[in-house]
């Protein structure tokens, strides 16, 4: 069974500063990475299609397929996990959510859904965009 991650964007202010990071990164390594303390346990059904979704501004807005997860060095050689992510960013629609800390599992029905090809991603307040979505206008 397939299951998703989802963690704080910290730094960036929308999805073209994390796209703008990404590209420095690949500018050296053949995919983006983001590193972590903590390995997923659940780590082979990630790996069974799913992706991370990334939290900027309060809210889901892209998410990229996770194609690796495994343990590297850091500088004073303790263990790091390495997330290795498919270089396309796809836009998702806005879904809010809090703050926390560190990164948490989302179930595949609890993921917003992706735009749809050619769909304009429009950065509404996340509280304007849910009140949309429950009036049934977006």
């Not at 900027?56 to 390495?82: S, Y």
């Not at 960013?89 to 050619?118: C, H, M």
Request: with cysteine.
């Amino acid at each position: 069974m397939t299951i998703h991650m989802v963690k704080l964007c910290v730094g960036a202010d929308d999805v073209d500063a994390l796209a703008d990071w990404q590209a420095r990164l690949l500018k050296t390594l053949p995919h983006p990475v983001h590193h972590t303390r903590m390995a997923p346990k659940r780590a082979e059904e990630m790996l069974d299609g799913g992706s991370i979704y990334w939290v900027i501004k309060r809210a889901i807005r892209v998410r990229q397929r996770i194609i690796d997860i495994r343990t590297v060095p850091d500088d004073a050689g303790r263990d790091l996990c390495e997330l290795v992510f498919d270089p396309v960013l796809v836009r998702t629609y806005a879904q809010p959510k809090r703050p926390f800390q560190g990164w948490r599992y989302l179930k595949p029905g609890e993921a917003p859904r992706d735009l749809k090809s050619g769909e304009a991603a429009i950065d509404l307040p996340p509280s304007l965009d849910a009140a949309l979505k429950n009036a049934g206008v977006w």
